[in-house]
Structures are given as structure tokens and as C-alpha cells.
């Protein structure tokens, strides 16, 4: 079946913009994680979603970032006012139960 | 807080080489241990996990991991490298601490086969 998807797959955008980065998961999965990965910094936790909700959300690094997940589906992660050490690739990931995640390809971002 | 440590940042190893990738994790509680590989241009795959039972855990493409509760490690091994082993590898892990959810993850090891 069909894997975790992302959108878009890159994007490069101007320092002050905001950007709005997409998840669709796997489709039944209710668990939704954003991670970030930044060169030589591996994988850092973002925020998690269990269903529509957010009970962790420790990761996000600053207000101007924040993420949603309607209908328990499609998860949107917002950053405003971009700054360069936003650039990484933004990875989601998808759970049904179990701690078992399954990754999306990520999105690229870059800020200029 | 629960932390994730790999030993190797870059291993250069030739084909036929045996692999060891060192991983020690930090929590003292009942853990869910993880490798997970990525292929140059291609998203993140899980190679094993272990959470229960048999401490010597068996992936895909002839990887193992042995995890040793009394020294907190999940180290990875492979008897005979290839070339398409290319990739890095990040081992993770969740625990009660976490609500078994978000992953930590240490900070990957770069692995490069030479044909």
C-alpha cells in the first residue's frame, strides 16, 4: 500500500517568510510525528499527534513554529518568519499501534 | 531525559569487511530499541528492532543486533559488508518515559562500503 507522503519535496524560501510543510500518512495510521534533520545532528522530535491532538509538543524549538492534524489524517507543520537555521529536511512519520514508525521521504528546506 | 549515543560518526570499511556500529542509549526503564537505515537519496527504513524476548534480533539484509541491558547497548552488526550497505545508519529508541511514542534517536553513523 501506499507509504507516508510529503509535500513539497523541496522548497527554498526567504528568510522572514512563512511556509506551510505537508504530511500524509499512512492511510488508518491514528499516531503522526514530525522529526527534523539537520546535518550532523541526526533526527530531533518535533511534535507528535494522536489523532487530531498534540499531547507532545516539547519538541517544536520556537512559537513560530507550530503544526496541525485534521479529520485524524493530513498533518500541516507551519513556520513563520523563517529564519536560516530552519534549513534541514523535515521528516514525518506515521504509527498505528505499537512503536513501530514508518518515515516519508522528508521535505527539504532551505532558507536563503 | 532519555539520550541516544553512536560511537562512530563515519565508518570506511571494504567489501567482505565484518560491521560493528556501536549504540548506548541512557534510560534505565523498559525500552523499544531500533535501526534504521537511509539509502543515499532515498527516506528512512527500518532495519530491526527488538522488544521483547530474544536479545539477538535478526533484519532485513543480513544485520543483526544484540541488545545487552547491562550496558545499555543495541550494537549493530553485519559479518560481510557490501557496496550497497552504503548508507547512514541512526539506531533509536522509545520507552515508558516517552509514553512508548516519539523516538530518540542518536546522531547516525555515515557507513561507506569500497568495492
Known amino acids: 500500500g501506499a507509504g507516508v507522503s510529503q509535500s513539497p519535496s523541496n522548497k527554498v524560501t526567504e528568510k522572514g517568510k512563512d511556509v506551510e510543510l505537508r504530511c500524509d500518512p499512512i492511510?488508518?495510521?491514528?499516531?503522526l510525528y514530525w522529526y527534523r534533520q539537520s546535518l550532523g545532528q541526526g533526527l530531533e522530535f518535533l511534535i507528535y499527534?494522536?489523532?487530531?491532538?498534540?499531547?507532545?509538543k516539547s519538541g517544536l524549538p520556537s512559537d513560530r513554529f507550530s503544526a496541525e492534524r485534521t479529520g485524524g489524517s493530513v498533518s500541516t507543520l507551519t513556520i513563520q518568519r523563517t529564519q536560516q537555521e530552519d534549513s534541514a529536511v523535515y521528516l514525518c512519520?506515521?504509527?498505528?499501534?505499537?512503536?513501530?514508525?514508518?518515515f516519508g521521504p522528508g521535505t527539504r528546506l532551505t532558507v536563503t | 531525559a532519555q539520550s541516544v549515543s553512536q560511537h562512530n560518526h563515519h565508518v570506511i570499511l571494504s567489501e567482505a569487511a565484518s560491521l560493528e556500529l556501536g549504540c548506548n542509549y541512557s534510560y534505565g526503564g523498559t525500552v523499544n530499541l531500533f535501526w534504521y537505515v537511509q539509502y543515499p537519496g532515498q527516506h528512512l527504513q527500518l532495519l530491526l528492532k527488538?522488544?521483547?524476548?530474544?536479545?539477538l534480533v535478526k533484519g532485513i539484509k543480513g544485520f543483526e543486533a544484540e541488545f545487552i541491558k547491562s550496558k545499555f547497548s543495541f550494537n549493530l552488526r553485519k559479518p560481510s559488508v557490501q557496496w550497497s550497505d552504503t548508507a547512514e545508519y541512526f539506531c533509536a529508541v522509545n520507552s515508558m518515559n516517552s509514553g512508548y511514542s516519539t523516538l530518540t534517536f542518536g546522531k547516525g553513523t555515515m557507513l561507506l562500503v569500497s568495492p
Open positions: 499527534f494522536q489523532g487530531n491532538s498534540a499531547p507532545d
Open positions: 512519520a506515521s504509527s498505528l499501534v505499537g512503536p513501530e514508525q514508518y
Open positions: 492511510s488508518g495510521h491514528t499516531a
Open positions: 527488538y522488544f521483547s524476548g530474544d536479545p
